[in-house]
């Protein structure tokens, strides 16, 4: 079953969950969304990014992530927060190594251990550029120091050392989020964001990273008007019906039509939108979606 809405389609089965195939070439999923979730992950890049949260130790699956990265003000007066300017500078690299490094830090001083800058590269994916990555990755290091004010970078020897600022991109010092106030409220990113063999943070474009972290923020069964995605997380309707389509054809995401009564337009009926992130970033598996019709009164 298919439902076309006014945006986007929906399908009844999202994920044929067949186990993707790892070779020189890459990670590609075999089957009906062989073209949706498929990268050049290499080998490489997949033991570098498992050698680096192994060694991290973190003591939990989870990573926490401060909401004011995404949003910021208060419920009446929402600010876009720094994923934004990521999102509308099409800084792809700085996105993936800020969440990255927040994910190899987890206890003061809120460092990363000494690495190379082919490490990283190759942690991401750039590691073939001209120079191994290391330009790509010393540049966007920089963008996320100066720019976005969300590390501070140091150097032990030749080594670059990389220590958490506040995620609203104040340039404060970072602490842990404790969620007692409106300001300490947070997200958690799982780890299977990077070691899912869909290689999320490598297989999601950018858009589809950007709307899971704004869904990561909002509670099961969300409504989220893409109009008001510009206003409310500074990314335009346009990402935000893409972001939001791949994650639902990739089975990410739920989303949920009810067709109501509205005897004021046009067609005497309206739609509404619900969300809800599946596992595993959500508390659903991923599931059939659904047409719910309201009964008319």
């Not at 966007?140 to 670059?160: I, M, N, S």
């Not at 704004?214 to 409504?223: C, N, Q």
């Not at 994650?247 to 509205?262: E, F, H, N, Q, W």
Request: hydrophobic residues 35%.
């Amino acid at each position: 079953m298919s439902y076309d809405g006014s945006s986007m389609r929906l399908h009844s089965s999202v994920w044929p969950g067949n186990r993707p195939r790892v070779d020189e070439v890459g990670i590609r999923l075999r089957g009906r969304h062989s073209d949706l979730v498929s990268s050049k992950l290499t080998q490489a890049q997949q033991d570098t990014v498992a050698e680096l949260l192994r060694v991290a130790k973190r003591p939990t699956e989870r990573v926490n992530i401060r909401h004011v990265f995404v949003q910021g003000g208060t419920q009446g007066h929402p600010v876009p927060g720094p994923l934004h300017r990521m999102h509308s500078a099409h800084d792809e690299r700085a996105l993936d190594l800020f969440l990255l490094q927040r994910a190899l830090v987890s206890a003061e001083p809120w460092q990363t251990r000494p690495l190379n800058s082919r490490v990283w590269a190759r942690a991401l994916g750039f590691h073939q550029d001209v120079d191994h990555g290391v330009t790509g990755v010393s540049k966007a290091w920089r963008r996320l120091d100066t720019t976005y004010r969300l590390v501070e970078r140091g150097r032990d020897g030749r080594l670059a050392v990389l220590t958490s600022l506040r995620e609203d991109g104040s340039g404060t010092d970072y602490t842990s989020p404790d969620g007692a106030t409106a300001a300490e409220r947070y997200f958690t990113l799982p780890l299977a964001y990077w070691t899912d063999e869909q290689a999320w943070y490598s297989s999601l474009p950018f858009p589809a990273k950007a709307m899971l972290l704004v869904a990561s923020t909002l509670k099961p069964g969300f409504v989220l008007p893409t109009e008001r995605a510009k206003a409310w997380y500074g990314i335009s309707t346009e990402s935000a019906e893409r972001g939001l389509r791949r994650l639902i054809d990739v089975g990410l995401l739920d989303r949920t039509v009810t067709v109501k009564d509205a005897p004021l337009s046009p067609t005497g009926k309206t739609q509404e939108y619900r969300y809800t992130l599946a596992r595993p970033f959500g508390h659903r598996r991923r599931s059939t979606l659904t047409l719910l019709t309201s009964a008319a009164s």
